[in-house]
Structure formats: C-alpha cells, structure tokens
C-alpha cells in the first residue's frame, strides 16, 4: 500500500463544478503540500498546511491530522484548471525535508 | 516564474554516458531538492542540500550524485546512464527545510 493514495485517478467536471479531490495518508508528517502541474509543464505549489484549512482565490484545501486525510477543493471549476493536482507529504525532523508524493489526480475540467 | 532556473530544458544522450543537470535556487533560498519524475514511478525525492550540506537523500541511485556549490546553485550528476533513467528531473529551493517549495521546469532526459 502506497504511504500517500489520492483519489480519484482521473476527474472530468463541467465548467462550474464543484470539485473535490482527496488525499489520504499513513506516516507521520510535519506538512502536507498541495502541488499543481500543466500538461508538459512546470509543477507548482498551491498549498503547504499542517492543521485547519486555507484559501487561495478558487481553491481551498484541508488537512485533519487525526484522520490522515487532506482534501483539495476547486470551487467554480475552470478549464485553465486542468492539470494534475498532486498531493505531497514532508516529515521535517533533523531540518530534512524529504517529501514523499501521492500519484497524482488528472483533472479535465470541459467548457 | 518561480525564480528557479534548470538547464538544459532537454538532454538527448547514449546509454553509458554522463550528464550534468543543473540548478539554480531562488535568490536567497538555501535549501535545495532534487526530484525525478517518471512514467512508471511518479515523483521520488532524490535528494536535499541545504546551504551546501547534504540534508537527506531519498531513492537515489548510487550511480547518481548531486553537490551544492558555495553560491548555492546545485548540480546532479548522472552516470553509466540507462533507459530506465529517462525521466524529468525537477529542481526545488526553498528559504529553510520547512517553507513552501518553488521549482524549476525540469529537465526532460531521454536516453536511447
């Protein structure tokens, strides 16, 4: 069993949706990161959390420490969303940081 | 723009061969990582450097090392290369250990 499992895989939502992906976890962590990534791009950081929630224009994420699990919500889905959204979970102890990623969710968000 | 700069943004080599990968970090951030990102595997940490230290090393292969130099930009070395190390390499920095991470575009390696 993977140590960080996201789902779902793969997401098709129409424009507007609501969207939900989660994320779900079995170490110890000291952060969980939210990364996005463009087809054949760059990957970049949406969210670094380790308690509650915070927001970012659109986007939303949660952490609940006791349950393991992380959510990453899209509010009024865009096509310029579509990307693979990537969960990551980091263990600071000793000043390391060595993230350990989920596999990723595909979202396909159509006009 | 991220402010972290790798290059090449590709590298077309030979199995056996040698590689340089290179990575220079946010102005300011003293942390660096090092990911590979393959179609098999997904994303692995490789490895972290932190004002020229060595942090922490994750799935890296011995066939591959990594330094941060005084200036702090980073290099990964990649050698006796094989097809399976044909993947995207990623470069991250960061002010210390426990910052949000910024990273480049990635180097895309095909080895044939």
């Known amino acids: 069993k993977n140590e960080v499992e996201q789902s779902p895989q793969n997401l098709t939502a129409q424009e507007g949706e609501f969207i939900t992906i989660n994320c779900s976890y079995s170490v110890g962590i000291s952060a969980l990161h939210w990364l996005q990534q463009h087809p054949g791009g760059g990957i970049v950081s949406l969210f670094m959390l380790s308690s509650g929630k915070k927001k970012h224009g659109r986007l939303i994420a949660t952490i609940n420490i006791q349950e393991k699990h992380s959510s990453l919500h899209i509010t009024a889905s865009h096509p310029r969303d579509s990307a693979v959204y990537i969960c990551a979970v980091g263990d600071y102890g000793g000043a390391t940081n060595k993230l350990i990623f989920g596999t990723g969710t595909l979202l396909a968000v159509q006009p | ?112």
């Open chain 2, 1 to 112: 723009d991220s402010g972290v700069t790798q290059t090449p943004k590709h590298l077309i080599t030979a199995t056996g061969q040698r590689v340089t990968l290179r990575c220079s970090p946010r102005s300011g951030d003293l942390s660096v990582y090092w990911y590979q990102q393959s179609l098999d595997q997904g994303l692995q940490f490789l490895i972290q450097y932190y004002n020229g230290e060595e942090r922490a090393k994750g799935n890296i292969l011995e066939r591959f090392s990594a330094q941060q130099f005084p200036d702090l930009h980073s290099e990964l070395n990649l050698s006796s290369l094989e097809l399976g190390d044909s993947a995207l390499y990623f470069c991250a920095s960061s002010p210390d250990p426990d910052s949000t991470l910024h990273f480049g575009n990635g180097t895309r390696l095909t080895v044939t």
